[in-house]
C-alpha cells in the first residue's frame, strides 16, 4: 500500500517571498514522485518529477524539489513566488507493476499569493 | 500537438439518470485514467485503460464503468446518479506504462441535482 500527506491545506504567502509546500510518503517499494499543479477550472499539469539518480529536480516556472529517502518526503519549493502561482498544489506517488501504474495523490495544497 | 480533449466540459443531471462522459488522449498515446476530484476527498483514481483493455481499477462502486475503443478514445459511464458523484472527472493519458509523465484534460465538472 502506498499514501501521501501534505501536511498543509492551505499555505497564504507574500509575493516575491519563498515558499516549501510538504509532502510525504509512504510505500513498501521503490516509487515514482511527482508534483502537479491545478490553475482554476483547469486539468492538472506536470511540475516535476523524480525518478531516480539527483535528489534535487527543477522543474517548471522556476519551483524545485528534493526528494529524502530517509524522511519519505518531496517538498516542493520556490525561493520567490509571483501572483501567477495561486493555484492548487498536489503531490503524487507512483508506483509501477506489470506495466501500469499506480497512482496516489495527496488531498492538495491550495498556494494563495498575497500582494 | 493536441492536447487530451474531455467532452462536455459541463454537465447538469438530476439524480437516478445515466451520463456518459468522453475523453480524447494526445495522439500517440495508448493509456487513457480517470478520476475523480472532490473538495473533500481530493484525487480519486477510477480506472485505467490500455489497449481498449481495464488494466487496474479504483474502489467505486459498479456504477461507475468505462471503455476504451481502438483509436484509444475513452468513455466513462455513470448510472444510476446520486447527488454525491457531483464532482470534476478528470481524464489523463499516457504513451504507455511504467514512470511515463500522464497529461490531465481540463475535466467535465458533473453537477447532480
Known amino acids: 500500500a502506498q499514501s501521501v500527506t501534505q501536511l498543509d491545506s492551505q499555505v497564504p504567502v507574500f509575493e516575491e517571498a519563498p515558499v516549501e509546500l510538504r509532502c510525504n510518503y509512504s510505500?513498501?517499494?521503490?516509487?515514482?514522485l511527482f508534483w502537479y499543479v491545478q490553475y482554476p477550472n483547469q486539468g492538472l499539469q506536470l511540475l516535476l518529477k523524480?525518478?531516480?539518480?539527483?535528489?534535487l529536480v527543477k522543474g517548471i516556472n522556476g519551483f524545485e524539489a528534493e526528494f529524502n529517502k530517509s524522511q519519505t518526503s518531496f517538498h516542493l519549493r520556490k525561493p520567490s513566488v509571483h501572483i501567477s502561482d495561486t493555484a492548487e498544489y498536489f503531490c503524487?506517488?507512483?508506483?509501477?507493476?506489470?506495466?501500469?501504474?499506480?497512482?496516489?495523490f495527496g488531498i492538495g495544497t491550495k498556494l494563495q499569493v498575497i500582494p | 500537438k493536441a492536447g487530451v480533449t474531455q467532452t462536455p466540459r459541463y454537465l447538469i443531471k438530476t439524480r437516478g439518470q445515466q451520463v456518459t462522459l468522453s475523453c480524447s488522449p494526445i495522439s500517440g498515446h495508448r493509456s487513457v485514467s480517470w478520476y475523480q476530484q472532490t473538495p473533500g476527498q481530493g484525487l480519486q483514481f477510477l480506472f485505467e485503460?490500455?489497449?481498449?483493455?481495464?488494466?487496474n481499477k479504483g474502489n467505486f462502486p459498479g456504477r461507475f464503468s468505462g471503455r476504451q475503443f481502438s483509436n484509444s478514445r475513452s468513455e466513462m459511464n455513470v448510472s444510476t446518479l446520486e447527488l454525491g458523484d457531483s464532482a470534476l472527472y478528470l481524464c489523463?493519458?499516457?504513451?504507455?506504462?511504467?514512470?511515463?509523465?500522464?497529461?490531465f484534460g481540463q475535466g467535465t465538472r458533473l453537477t447532480v441535482v
Open positions: 503524487a506517488v507512483i508506483r509501477t507493476s506489470g506495466g501500469y501504474q499506480k497512482v496516489t
Open positions: 489523463a493519458s499516457r504513451v504507455t506504462g511504467g514512470e511515463t509523465e500522464a497529461f
Open positions: 510505500s513498501s517499494v521503490s516509487v515514482y
Open positions: 485503460y490500455f489497449s481498449e483493455t481495464q488494466r
Open positions: 523524480y525518478l531516480s539518480g539527483s535528489t
